[in-house]
């Protein structure tokens, strides 16, 4: 038996579905005040206090080369957990809606078709099939790059009260 699921959630970024691997997700919470933090990455919106924990928050629209997400009363933040280094990092990814927890088979995940050489598309682990719906499956250790996770945590550690 292999380490991942068939399990995904669905959210969505604009028009576009897309999927994690319900295996990272950690939990869905709603929009909550988020604290800007300076000369940090424009993708990184702040830190929210997660049960007394600084948790980076990202802007998984600008990180994609969309426009900022703008709050609604769908707006949440999924909380994942990414694996960079070996090491296990907690992330809070902007969503414009979550949708649901579905099933997706393997044999209904596509490989991610080759876009040309200026598009990174490695942090996309293929494209599911769902009802007739293209569903854009993300692997969550690639879309954020280790220095973009590694400034973040030195963000938030530099934010974090010093415990004397």
């Not at 292999?2 to 604009?14: E, Y």
């Not at 040309?116 to 598309?121: L, N, V």
């Not at 250790?141 to 590694?150: A, N, P, T, Y």
């Amino acid at each position: 038996m292999s380490d991942s699921t068939n399990q995904f959630l669905t959210f969505t970024l604009g028009e576009e579905v897309f999927a994690l691997d319900i295996a990272s997700v950690r939990e869905v919470l709603e929009y909550t005040a988020i604290t800007k933090v300076p000369r940090t990455h424009e993708s990184i919106r702040g830190v929210i206090n997660l049960r007394g924990r600084a948790v980076p928050v990202v802007d998984v629209r600008l990180k994609f080369g969309m426009a900022e997400t703008q709050r609604t009363v769908d707006t949440c933040i999924i909380i994942v957990e990414v694996s960079l280094g070996g090491e296990d990092t907690v992330l809070g990814a902007l969503a414009d809606s979550v949708k649901e927890v579905m099933d997706i088979e393997p044999g209904d995940i596509e490989p991610a078709p080759r876009m040309g050489t200026s598009i990174k598309a490695d942090f996309i682990r293929g494209i599911g099939k769902h009802n007739d719906e293209f569903i854009i499956v993300l692997d969550i250790d690639k879309v954020f790059s280790e220095e973009e996770i590694v400034h973040a945590a030195a963000v938030v550690a530099e934010e974090a009260p010093s415990e004397a």
